[in-house]
T-cell receptor, first 113, second 113 residues
Framework: DQQVKQNSPSLSVQEGRISILNCDYTNSMFDYFLWYKKYPAEGPTFLISISSIKDKNEDGRFTVFLNKSAKHLSLHIVPSQPGDSAVYFCAASTRGSNYKLTFGKGTLLTVNP | DAGVIQSPRHEVTEMGQEVTLRCKPISGHNSLFWYRQTMMRGLELLIYFNNNVPIDDSGMPEDRFSAKMPNASFSTLKIQPSEPRDSAVYFC???????????FGQGTRLTVV
């Protein structure tokens, strides 16, 4: 049973345009959400997070939106740059067991020059 | 800081052999995690240590897998005997609780032939 789903295995966008990566979850107990970025042959690196008390969090070119009623979150990258090309993982955790991150399978983003 | 250090980066072994993966967490971090990444299942948490004590090992696939953390700066994940289905990338991560954003090592790519 996959509690965090990233239904698009890959996404390709042009440099300068917006990249939108989507993530759905099924566990209503999740209250903290994170995005990680992973380059080949490297470990995932933390990108941005959002608590369930918010619906938006912004950090530079990266914005995460949370729609609790739809159990959906998205990561927007504007403008996209070739260096953003990587696999992006969505992750979620619950209060009380905040160490236990449940990850999606990832979306490979390719930003074309 | 050097970050989370894992060794070896690559390991190729024959079925039935013992494999030991090593991890040095970031100094000062009190939580350590072992994850496994496969194409089929994505990133899965295997075991979580807090202050060197195993808190949650529910993700350990079977008795062939064991993990230890003898001190705050070192952990091992052992597979004995190894099987081809254990082939995956194994990541170690650490954090300073109560933070949730874990810092990952570069991973060990294990191939069991």
């Amino acid at each position: 049973d996959q509690q965090v789903k990233q239904n698009s295995p890959s996404l390709s966008v042009q440099e300068g345009r917006i990249s939108i990566l989507n993530c759905d979850y099924t566990n209503s107990m999740f209250d903290y959400f994170l995005w990680y970025k992973k380059y080949p042959a490297e470990g995932p690196t933390f990108l941005i997070s959002i608590s369930s008390i918010k619906d938006k969090n912004e950090d530079g070119r990266f914005t995460v939106f949370l729609n609790k009623s739809a159990k959906h979150l998205s990561l927007h990258i504007v403008p996209s740059q070739p260096g953003d090309s990587a696999v992006y993982f969505c992750a979620a955790s619950t209060r009380g067991s905040n160490y236990k991150l449940t990850f999606g399978k990832g979306t490979l983003l390719t930003v074309n020059p | 800081d050097a970050g989370v250090i894992q060794s070896p980066r690559h390991e190729v072994t024959e079925m039935g052999q013992e494999v030991t993966l090593r991890c040095k967490p970031i100094s000062g971090h009190n939580s350590l995690f072992w994850y496994r990444q496969t194409m089929m299942r994505g990133l899965e948490l295997l075991i979580y240590f807090n202050n060197n004590v195993p808190i949650d090992d529910s993700g350990m696939p079977e008795d062939r897998f064991s993990a230890k953390m003898p001190n705050a700066s070192f952990s091992t994940l052992k597979i004995q005997p190894s099987e081809p289905r254990d082939s995956a990338v194994y990541f170690c991560a650490s954090t300073r609780q109560p933070a949730t954003e874990a810092f990952f090592g570069q991973g060990t790519r294990l191939t069991v032939v």
